[in-house]
């Protein structure tokens, strides 16, 4: 018999696959303490959550049986993922279950924005009769920005078309093939300021999209604009956004996601182009119950037959093949988040080269890891080592790998190389045994670099001095240099520059950097987790 412990709301309905199972015992005990919890959790193999019970790394010490964690919705920011797979509990979740909901969701708040039904409400149960202050505006023959063609992107534009609107929308991924499948236009993120009536926003909270509708992007929409966004907060910049609704360039907001939950800026609350909701987007009975049973179904396959669809962490190796591999398989999706940073586009083909002692081992999982490095810059947590190569295929890239017997100077190495039309971008790696991960190749030029959380690439003429310009102007911003390489092909000719940093460079350093004559190009590249990522990093310092 296998033990199921439920510590938040579930839906009763959503349960009953587990409930009705032979083989599994349910039990419910909402709202616990975490002294409580600690004290039972050591006899449950599997636990199912929402967003309240917080699961730790201290109170994953007391889970000895625990196989399974299921978060009955999309986030997992509750749930220590890495504590977890270091004890080997599989982390799940529902990212499906919510399409519907946060879809029509997001058709209330622009349809309760365009009318100004809650600001009419108000007025009207507080005694006033006014027919005069909110006259709204019709969706028909309006353009509708969607930036971010995923599930729930799509299912918007498939019913805003309905209301006559005409649709243009944004995604590294989408074609326009698929676009014009979908009755719609691909367009840029300009475009899309430039001509829609009414933009809404449906993509993950990534790097890359963290304040992506700010002061310049409003500066470029249609005076009149209204944004709805019922997708993550943060990515709409809420000061930038008040400041373009009082100086009447954007009309209106729809808001169900913030910066900060729960939201208590007045400048938002209190304006009254601004209409809010609590986060409500996957809150319906039917999206409940949906998660409640994807998972419990999910619970039954994985504690009975080992199958897993919707794992949000890497799947366990043992012994030996872990011991060998896991250094590759860290460094491998560091490798494919820098590739992608460095293309500057989603690929459309995907390249991967093993060579030397990597022949000779299963290296299934560590494509995985460099497609879900890829992926992941644009689709966030959505994508893991489960679902990578799903989602590839459902994005309509192309990929190859091939094994080759050179060992191209090295005992093992990795060369992943990336396309999008003409443009390619291509890394080279390896693990050097006693000092660790290496980026050994960055497109052309050989190099030796470390990964590390904050990068600095340069692309300059080889001329006297640049190396000094450089680390001087990085000096004045009080911006400290871990280590520098430089790279050529040519003397005289082009060549690179790549630095680690202490911090991230601001946009503002970009800019002074790209000032300095004969140096081409800076570009900031970023990589997530580093710190805890390579095994050989203590090791390496004691040595320095």
Do not use: C
């Amino acid at each position: 018999m296998f033990k199921v412990l439920v510590t938040d709301g579930i839906s009763d309905t959503g349960l009953k696959s587990l409930f009705d199972h032979p083989n599994f015992i349910v039990e419910r005990q909402p709202t616990l303490k975490f002294e409580e919890l600690k004290n039972i959790i050591g006899d449950y193999e599997a636990l199912i959550v929402r967003s309240q019970t917080k699961v730790s790394a201290e109170l994953l010490q007391y889970a000895d049986k625990l196989k399974v964690i299921a978060r009955a919705g999309v986030g997992v920011d509750n749930i220590d993922v890495n504590a977890a797979t270091g004890k080997g509990i599989i982390v799940i979740n529902a990212p499906g279950a919510n399409t519907i909901a946060a879809t029509e969701h997001t058709l209330a708040m622009m349809l309760s924005m365009a009318r100004m039904i809650p600001q009419a409400h108000k007025k009207t149960v507080g005694g006033e009769w006014d027919r005069n202050s909110f006259k709204g505006v019709e969706l028909y023959k309006k353009t509708l920005g969607v930036i971010g063609m995923g599930k729930i992107g799509t299912e918007v534009a498939k019913r805003a078309k309905s209301f006559g609107m005409n649709i243009l929308g944004y995604d590294p991924y989408l074609t326009e093939e698929r676009a014009e499948k979908l009755g719609m236009k691909k367009a840029s993120l300009d475009l899309i300021a430039r001509e829609s009536d009414f933009i809404t926003i449906h993509t993950p909270l990534t790097n890359d999209t963290k304040g992506l509708v700010n002061d310049e992007y409003l500066s470029k929409t249609k005076k009149g604009v209204r944004f709805i966004n019922v997708a993550r907060g943060g990515i709409i910049d809420e000061k930038a956004l008040v400041r373009a609704i009082q100086a009447g360039h954007v009309a209106g907001a729809a808001l169900d996601v913030f910066e900060k939950e729960p939201v208590a800026d007045p400048a938002l609350l209190d304006n009254p182009n601004i209409i809010v909701t609590p986060h409500l987007g996957a809150s319906t009975v039917e999206a409940q119950e949906k998660v409640a049973q994807e998972v419990s179904e999910e619970i039954i396959e994985i504690l009975e037959t080992q199958s897993i669809r919707n794992a949000v962490n890497m799947p366990q190796m043992s012994g030996e093949t872990q011991q060998k591999m896991q250094p590759y398989l860290l460094l491998g999706e560091h490798v494919g988040q820098l590739v992608v940073q460095l293309l500057k586009h989603a690929p459309s083909k995907i390249e991967i080269n093993y060579y030397g002692d990597l022949i000779e081992e299963d290296t299934e999982l560590l494509t995985r890891t460099m497609i879900k490095g890829i992926l992941s810059y644009h689709l966030s947590d959505s994508v893991n080592l489960i679902n990578a190569l799903h989602l590839l295929k459902e994005q309509g890239v192309s990929y190859n790998v091939q094994k080759n017997a050179s060992n191209k100077g090295f005992a093992n190495y990795m060369e992943l190389s990336i396309t999008k039309g003409s443009e390619t971008a291509k890394i080279g790696a390896t693990v050097l045994n006693g000092y660790g991960a290496r980026i050994v190749k960055i497109n052309d030029y050989r190099i030796d670099v470390r990964p590390e959380s904050h990068l600095l690439l340069v692309k300059h003429q080889d001329v006297p001095g640049m190396i000094g310009k450089v680390g001087s102007l990085l000096g004045d911003y009080q911006i400290n240099i871990g280590t520098m390489q430089v790279g050529r092909t040519t003397v005289g000719g082009e060549a690179i520059m790549v630095l680690t940093l202490d911090k991230q460079l601001t946009p503002e350093v970009i800019r002074a950097l790209t000032l300095i004559n004969g140096l081409n190009e800076a570009q900031s590249l970023e990589l997530d987790n580093v710190d805890s990522f390579y095994p050989g990093r203590l090791e390496l310092e004691k040595i320095k």
